[in-house]
């Protein structure tokens, strides 16, 4: 019960943030329980159906890929220990990339605000991975921009959005305009489980950029 109460305050701290400063604190004092609040009490499943996906599609295991918003690194783990070693964590909380860090999973690790424009050229990236990040007061649809900016031509984005995320802010009016531009095309859209003990589902999404 006492276990319960601390998930569910801890989740609903991050999702209530009224800024950047106040996410960032949360985090700092959450990281070292994050994935045992998660995992076992609120059956987060996003770094699996993103993994799982991706992987269906990302044929060869030397992919360049990117996390963003990689927190403790639990796609990070389950993309090594499937083979594709060539990950890159970005995240702007230094306590969750702290322990991402121990797992020694990611080729390279980086403090990064993915709100703001991303420090890499165009068209890095086979592949970028997003769980459990586009959120309620977490990172915004606009900075799926940045995510095709990075990507190679015929690369995929594949990422999660919690589903009150996903009525609340444009992702539709963004996606549809990055479809208009021509920068990518749906390949799989679908609701999908996310936080299976609270019964929260998610939009399951992965594009190819073009
Ligand atoms: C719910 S956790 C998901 C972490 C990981 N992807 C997973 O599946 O467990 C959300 C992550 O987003 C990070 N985050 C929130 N806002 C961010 C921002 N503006 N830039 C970069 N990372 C951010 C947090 O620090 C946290 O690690």
């Known amino acids: 019960m006492k276990k319960t109460k601390r998930m569910i305050s801890s989740i609903y701290d991050t999702l209530n943030?009224?800024?950047s400063d106040e996410l960032e604190g949360i985090y700092k004092n959450w990281a070292k329980n994050y994935e045992h609040d998660v995992i076992n009490l609120a059956g987060y499943v996003g770094h699996l159906i993103t993994?799982?996906?991706l992987l269906s599609y990302l044929t060869k295991d030397k992919a360049?890929?990117?996390d963003a918003g990689c927190g403790t690194g639990l796609v990070g783990e389950f993309l090594f220990n499937n083979n594709f070693k060539n990950v890159e964590g970005v995240d702007f909380s230094k306590e969750m990339l702290s322990i991402a860090s121990n797992k020694k999973v990611y080729q390279s690790l980086k403090l990064v605000d993915l709100t703001?424009?991303?420090d890499y050229k165009d068209c890095v990236f086979d592949a970028v991975?997003?769980?459990g990040t586009f959120t309620c007061g977490h990172v915004g649809p606009e900075a799926l921009r940045e995510l095709v900016r990075i990507t190679k031509k015929g690369g995929y984005i594949c990422f999660t959005v919690r589903k009150q995320e996903w009525e609340a802010a444009p992702y539709e009016k963004v996606i549809q305009s990055l479809e208009d531009s021509?920068?990518?095309f749906e390949v799989e859209r679908h609701t999908?489980?996310?936080n299976t003990q609270e019964g929260i589902s998610c939009q399951l999404?992965?594009?190819q950029v073009t």
């Open 129 to 131: 991975i997003c769980a």
């Open 205 to 207: 999404c992965l594009f």
């Open 17 to 19: 943030a009224s800024d």
């Open 192 to 194: 999908s489980n996310y």
């Open 182 to 184: 021509m920068s990518w």
């Open 64 to 66: 360049k890929v990117l």
């Open 116 to 118: 703001k424009k991303l």
């Open 51 to 53: 993994s799982e996906l």
